[in-house]
């Protein structure tokens, strides 16, 4: 049998009943069995986000709702009223055509905090030419449509199942850090999850979302078996979102140093590594260094991958060290001398051992010879 989908109507709503209405009605069922609901009607005063009476509706009770709420009335009328009103492809084209009650509220009051401009403008007007439809049933169901809609641009409290409509981007560069994940996994279970994971719609699959940040409360909300998780939905390009998670791990994680390179790498065909260096926390050169990694072979990359993974405190990342002028000079005199002795195409982290080796080898070795 297919499940019911009848929620799918509605709109997201804070203290709706959706995961709660089979266990009321089977209560119901035991005073009243469900062969009787059809000569039934359920009363629903406090019509909310409407499940309750939409189940009820659906399951064949007559259905007798109300709220003081505007949204609620919109799905009492658009739904719960009405059993045969549809908007047709003509009724949608109506909202796009210059209405003459647009009082332009929304790009007032909520640009650019909650739409950019062009949203906003197409909002009022829609709004507006919703009003200006004769027929009642079809200008509500027009308007939570356009509910409906704003909800899918930001579902800004969009509580969702972790594994069912988020999944796992395959670009995040952070090692798991082993100690501190069963810390986080004891404050979640402890105060919940308290940040929202970042999101973006998967531009492969629609209706669901990639994780931008936030992995390893996503990861322990499934162990914990949480329902929901708090997120926030980002409307932003693959490319965007691999920048801004790399802006937002580097505050946290370490990331692997192969993964890392990869990530570079990719964003490089979009960006200069100049543009990278300054959205990002490394200078040009790092991440040229770390461009430098790809070059190694792949069993020694991979190595390097499994040996991260497993130890990220110890992973071999990129040095960085401020040189000072002399300092500097003497550097680059020396890495120029090492790349000579070990050909054009050492890397520059193959001339650093080459340079601390003749050191330990010299006078500054470990027996001091
Ligand atoms: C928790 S919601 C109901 C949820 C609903 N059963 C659902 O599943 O979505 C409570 C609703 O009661 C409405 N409400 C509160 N006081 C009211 C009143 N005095 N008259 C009418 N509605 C009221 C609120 O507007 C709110 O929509």
Same mark, same amino acid.
């Given at each position: 049998m297919m499940p019911w989908r009848g929620f799918e109507a509605l709109v997201p709503y804070w203290g709706g009943k959706r995961k709660l209405c089979p266990r009321i009605f089977r209560e119901i069922a035991r005073v009243h069995?469900?062969?009787?609901w059809s000569s039934l009607r359920l009363v629903d005063p406090f019509l909310g986000g409407g499940s309750v009476s939409l189940y009820a509706k659906a399951h064949g009770f007559g259905v007798l709702c109300g709220d003081q709420a505007e949204r609620s009335v919109i799905i009492r009328k658009a739904?719960?009223?009405?059993d045969e009103v549809r908007i047709s492809d003509d009724d949608l084209l109506r909202l796009f055509v210059p209405a003459?009650?647009?009082?332009a509220l929304i790009e007032s009051r909520y640009v650019p905090d909650c739409f950019t401009e062009a949203t906003a403008r197409f909002l009022d007007n829609a709004f507006a030419a919703a009003e200006e439809v004769g027929d009642e049933t079809k200008r509500h169901l027009l308007r939570l449509l356009l509910v409906k809609y704003i909800y899918w641009l930001r579902p800004h409290a969009q509580f969702s199942s972790p594994g069912a409509f988020i999944r796992d981007n395959d670009?995040?560069?952070? &090692?798991?850090? &082993?100690?501190s994940y069963p810390k986080l996994v004891a404050s979640i279970r402890e105060k919940g999850i308290l940040e929202p994971l970042k999101v973006m719609p998967d531009p492969e699959e629609e209706g669901r979302f990639v994780l931008v940040h936030g992995y390893h409360r996503w990861r322990a909300a499934g162990e914990l078996g949480l329902d929901e998780v708090p997120c926030e939905v980002w409307e932003i390009s693959a490319e965007e979102a691999k920048v801004r998670g790399l802006q937002l791990n580097y505050l946290r994680g370490q990331p692997v140093p192969r993964r890392l390179a990869e990530l570079v790498h990719d964003l490089h065909r979009t960006y200069s590594v100049e543009d990278l260096a300054k959205m990002l926390p490394w200078s040009a050169t790092q991440l040229k260094d770390s461009l430098e990694?790809?070059?190694?072979p792949a069993d020694l990359r991979e190595r390097l991958d499994r040996q991260a993974q497993q130890e990220a405190a110890e992973a071999p990342v990129p040095v960085t060290v401020v040189l000072l002028g002399q300092e500097h000079t003497v550097f680059q005199e020396a890495m120029a001398a090492a790349k000579q002795a070990l050909g054009k195409g050492a890397r520059r982290g193959q001339c650093l051992e080459r340079i601390c080796q003749g050191y330990l080898a010299g006078e500054g070795g470990r027996d001091g010879g």
């Open positions: 069995p469900a062969a009787t739904l719960i009223e009405n003459e009650g647009n009082r670009w995040n560069p952070n &090692a798991f850090d &082993a100690e990694l790809l070059k190694l």
